[in-house]
C-alpha cells in the first residue's frame, strides 16, 4: 500500500512537473505585433529593435516582438485606427494624420517652439501634461508608450537666402498647418506639397523652398536641391508616436507590464540619439553639398516667434471655444520652456 502511493505521488508530481513547463513555454510565447511605417533599416527602427532586445531579455524570454515594418501591417494615415482596431498590438502612430479626435495635439503642435534641448523638452511636456491629463486623455482607449523628442524644423531654400524675416515676402515655401499662416502674415506663400513631392518642385522652381527637418536632407536628398538652410530651429510639440491596443495590453501579466513601462524611458533615450544622428547625416551631407547655413539673428528670431506666438494664440482661442483650456495652457507652456532654456544657460 506503501508503494502504491508513492507510485501515485511521484505520477503526481512528474504531471505537475509537465504542466509546469507547459506554463513556462506558454509564457515564453508572449507575441505582440508591433506595425511601423519605417522600414526596418530606418534609424528610427534601430532604437526599436534596441527596445524589443532589452524586454525580451529581461522577460527571459517570455515577451517576443513580432514587426512588420514599411507600412506592411499599419498605414501611416490609418495608424492609430488600425492600433485601435487591434491589427497590430502596438503601433508607430501619427495622432496629426487622424481623420477625427486628436483636436488639442492637432492645434498645440506649436506652442513648444524656442525650445533648446531634447532631453529638457521632454521633461516639460510630462509637466505639461501632468497639469493638463486632457492631453494624453485624447489617446482614449489607446496605451500612450513613448513620446517623441518632436520635429525640428529648419527652412530649406533653393535660390534665395533668408536672411530675414523679411526675405519671405513673395516666396512660395512647402509648410503645413500653422507655419502656412505663419507664412502668410510675413508675406509669403504657404505650398501645402507632399514632402515626396519637394524634390522635383524645388529643382524646378515651382517652390522657392521648404521647412523641414534635418533628417530630409538625406531621406528626401533635398541637400541636392538647397542651397541655402537657415537655422529657425523652431520645435513643434512632441507626441507619442508609440501606442499600444488597450485590450492587448490589459492581457498581459503585471509583471510584463512593468518591464515594458520602466523601459519607456531607455526607448525615449534610444529614439533621440537616433534622431540626433539622422540629423547629423542630413547635416553633413549638406556640408558636402556647400550648401549655406544662415542663423537670424535675435532680434530677427523674436520677429519670427511674435508671429508665432500670434497665430498659436488664435489657435488656443478657437480650441477654448471646444471646451479645451488651450490659452492658459498656451502661457503655461510658454513659462515652462522659459523656464528650462535659463536652466540650460546656468
Given at each position: 500500500m506503501k508503494k502504491k502511493r508513492m507510485m501515485v505521488l511521484f505520477i503526481v508530481g512528474?504531471?505537475?512537473?509537465?504542466?509546469?513547463?507547459m506554463d513556462v513555454i506558454h509564457a515564453k510565447t508572449i507575441t505582440?505585433?508591433?506595425?511601423?511605417t519605417y522600414a526596418e533599416n530606418h534609424t528610427y527602427a534601430k532604437a526599436d529593435l534596441d527596445f524589443f532586445a532589452k524586454v525580451e531579455r529581461e522577460s527571459n524570454g517570455r515577451v517576443k516582438f513580432q514587426p512588420y515594418w514599411a507600412g506592411s501591417l499599419i498605414s501611416m494615415r490609418e495608424?492609430?485606427?488600425d492600433v485601435k482596431n487591434g491589427i497590430c498590438d502596438i503601433g508607430n502612430v501619427i495622432p496629426g494624420y487622424?481623420?477625427?479626435g486628436f483636436a488639442l495635439q492637432k492645434g498645440?503642435?506649436?506652442?513648444?517652439?524656442?525650445f533648446?534641448?531634447?532631453?529638457?523638452?521632454?521633461?516639460a511636456v510630462r509637466e505639461i501634461e501632468v497639469k493638463y491629463p486632457e492631453i494624453v486623455g485624447e489617446y482614449g482607449n489607446l496605451k500612450p508608450l513613448r513620446l517623441t523628442s518632436g520635429i525640428v524644423y529648419q527652412l530649406f531654400t533653393s535660390k534665395k537666402a533668408v536672411r530675414s524675416v523679411d526675405d519671405l515676402r513673395g516666396m512660395q515655401i512647402k509648410a503645413s498647418a500653422i507655419f502656412v499662416k505663419v507664412l502668410t502674415r510675413l508675406g509669403g506663400v504657404g505650398a501645402p506639397v507632399p514632402m515626396f513631392d519637394v524634390y522635383t518642385t524645388m529643382e524646378k522652381g515651382t517652390i522657392d523652398g521648404a521647412f523641414a527637418p534635418y533628417e530630409t536632407l538625406k531621406a528626401f536628398r533635398f541637400a541636392e536641391v538647397s542651397k541655402y538652410i537657415t537655422r529657425l530651429n523652431v520645435q513643434a510639440t512632441p507626441f507619442y508616436d508609440m501606442v499600444m491596443n488597450r485590450e492587448s495590453w490589459n492581457k498581459l501579466p503585471s509583471d510584463i507590464q512593468k518591464i515594458i513601462?520602466?523601459?519607456?524611458?531607455?526607448?525615449?533615450?534610444?529614439?533621440?540619439?537616433?534622431?540626433?544622428?539622422?540629423?547629423q547625416e542630413g547635416i553633413d551631407l549638406a556640408k558636402q553639398y556647400?550648401?549655406?547655413?544662415?542663423?537670424f539673428s535675435e532680434d530677427e528670431m523674436n520677429k519670427l516667434y511674435e508671429v508665432l506666438e500670434a497665430e498659436s494664440l488664435l489657435v488656443a482661442k478657437d480650441l477654448d471655444a471646444k471646451g479645451f483650456r488651450a490659452t492658459q495652457m498656451f502661457h503655461d507652456i510658454r513659462k515652462v520652456v522659459e523656464k528650462y532654456n535659463k536652466e540650460m544657460k546656468r
Open positions: 512528474i504531471m505537475m512537473m509537465a504542466f509546469s513547463s505582440l505585433r508591433y506595425g511601423s495608424s492609430v485606427d487622424s481623420k477625427s498645440m503642435a506649436s506652442f513648444f517652439y524656442g533648446e534641448d531634447y532631453q529638457n523638452l521632454r521633461k513601462d520602466d523601459n519607456i524611458e531607455y526607448w525615449e533615450q534610444r529614439y533621440i540619439e537616433q534622431s540626433i544622428a539622422q540629423d556647400k550648401v549655406e547655413f544662415i542663423d
